[in-house]
């Protein structure tokens, strides 16, 4: 009472007042021959040269150096279906996160359709422009179709960031812990928690790494073969390749005599007690962000390592380690595509970025600020896609 506000100033949205990012030319047009060279007449040369060898437009064009950042804005952070203007604004900041970690020029494109043959359609055709496509916030299942649809049809590679950035970075994490613990990771008795586009591409690139026993879980619980509620045709394939004990029962009934608990789904899911009733030596990775599946003050006590995906607590598994190395390197050798090989170097180069004498249990995972990450990886997955035959370069 008595206090008049006379201006209000909030930060964040003054550093996205008028967008966060911008177009800028490399070359300054200063005299009528800078523009004769640019564009009319000389740009017909150049037009002409790349219509005889089209691959040259990796030389003289934007193609190149160019993601293109493709959402329906169905599946954004914690808000879920809120839209490709509301989802702008996070396209624009992963842009930012290309250009300022790995030197790469990306296009946030949110397209107002949620119809999967019109997003497939549309990146096929805005794809000449670009040199590699970074699906991003779409909503699963539907994201699993339009990723590999798109895979089929395009030359250049195309990854859902929301599966395939996790899963590189939590089998990262993983690496370490085993270094760590002195222990194959391939051995251990895993559950997932979630059954959605990272919780699945997770569960898969554990599956090709060679770990055997995974059980996933969604809100009905242990997914297993032919069970009859709350399926879908993901999960049914799900059910095939995971669960070789045919466990049943709800998350926390699973979870018991379990090694390595990994949340990707929501918060508070797990308790204390579900995780005194692991195996000795219990791995948490309560991924869920901002509020993790357990508040780690709660799981502290009773867990040899804990991660989460807050920059507030030890051990973040965050994305940004591992999208912009992989995408540097995928254009530096010009890939047609990207595979688990490459994934799997990914992972490597994170992890071993940490010596054995900076490994403890509140350090499994460099800083996505540490300047080697993206340089390291990159390297790693230009040498993966030339031994795999997905480079031109």
């Known amino acids: 009472q008595g206090v008049k506000v006379i201006n209000v100033l909030d930060r964040t949205f003054g ?50 150096n160019s993601v293109a950042i493709v959402t329906d804005g169905t599946a954004v952070l914690g808000f879920g279906n809120i839209g490709p203007k509301a989802a702008l604004p996070v396209m624009e900041g992963k842009a930012m996160i290309f250009k300022e970690f790995a030197g790469i020029d990306a296009f946030p494109l949110c397209l107002d359709t949620t119809d999967t043959e019109e997003i497939i359609k549309t990146v096929k055709y805005l794809a000449p422009v670009f040199g590699a496509v970074n699906l991003e916030d779409i909503a699963a299942p539907r994201c699993f179709e339009i990723e590999a649809r798109l895979m089929e049809v395009l030359d250049i590679p195309v990854i859902h960031d929301d599966q395939h950035g996790t899963a590189t970075v939590v089998l990262a994490g993983l690496i370490n812990v085993g270094r760590l613990l002195r222990k194959d990771i391939r051995t251990f008795r895993y559950v997932v928690a979630g059954a959605g586009a990272s919780a699945t591409a997770t569960t898969n690139l554990l599956i090709s790494y060679g770990v055997s026993d995974i059980v996933v879980c969604d809100r ?8 009859d509620s709350g399926m879908n045709h993901c ?40 995780i005194r009733r692991m195996a000795p030596d219990p791995i948490v990775f309560a991924l869920a962000n901002p509020d993790p599946e357990i508040a780690p003050e709660e799981a502290q006590p009773f ?5 989460t995906g807050r920059s507030d607590y030890p051990n973040q598994i965050n994305n940004a380690l591992s999208y912009p190395g992989i995408f540097r ?10 595979n688990d090989e490459i994934r799997f170097a990914a992972s490597k180069a994170i992890a071993y970025l940490l010596n054995e004498d900076e490994l403890n249990e ?10 080697r990450v993206v340089t390291t990886v990159a390297d790693a997955v230009a040498a993966a896609a030339k031994k795999t035959g997905v480079a031109r370069k």
């Open 15 to 64: 550093m996205h007042a008028g967008g966060k990012i911008e177009v800028r030319s490399k070359t300054p047009i200063l005299t009528p021959e800078d523009f004769s060279r640019v564009y009319t007449p000389g740009v017909g040369r150049v037009c002409k040269d790349i219509y005889n060898e089209p691959e040259h437009a990796y030389n003289y064009t934007i193609k190149g």
């Open 220 to 227: 009905t619980g242990a997914i297993y073969e032919r069970r």
């Open 235 to 274: 999960k049914t394939i799900l059910a095939r390749k995971t669960n070789p004990r045919k466990v049943k029962g709800t998350l926390s009934e699973v979870m018991t005599g379990a090694n390595v608990f990994i949340g990707l789904s929501g918060p508070d899911l797990i308790t204390a007690d579900d």
């Open 303 to 307: 867990v040899k390592i804990m991660a």
């Open 329 to 338: 390197g995928l254009l530096d050798v010009r890939a047609k595509g990207v």
């Open 362 to 371: 509140e350090n499994i995972i460099p800083s996505a600020f540490d300047s």
